[in-house]
């Protein structure tokens, strides 16, 4: 059991770097004014570091990645979709027509 040492410092090393660049992507995003993105981000975290530094969530360390993915890719677009559905997300509500050509005059949209 000797050697097992150095290596489990190594892990805690990578883990903390790891976390420490995460964490620094969530304070951007929370200072972006995305507060409930940079609360799931941080919530995502706080499992992550749980499950890699845990002997007793050893098992999830093999779901987590999976889970994750499952969550941003399927779970979220669904809940996103359900969110926009209920609102009035529409070009027409975005920015009035009115100010539409001054906007576009004053160098603010790309038109060919």
Known sequence: MKGSGPALSVRHLLIALVALAALYVDLIIYEAGSTWIALGLLVVIGLGIYIYLSN????????????VG????????????VFVSFTRYSSSN???YEGGPEYSAAGNVFLR
Not at 56 to 67: D, E, H, I, N
Not at 70 to 81: C, Q, R
């Open 70 to 81: 499952f969550a941003l890719f399927v779970i979220f677009p669904i809940l996103y979709t």
């Open 56 to 67: 007793r969530a050893y098992t999830y360390r093999y779901l987590f990645p999976g889970l």
């Open 94 to 96: 975005l920015l009035p």
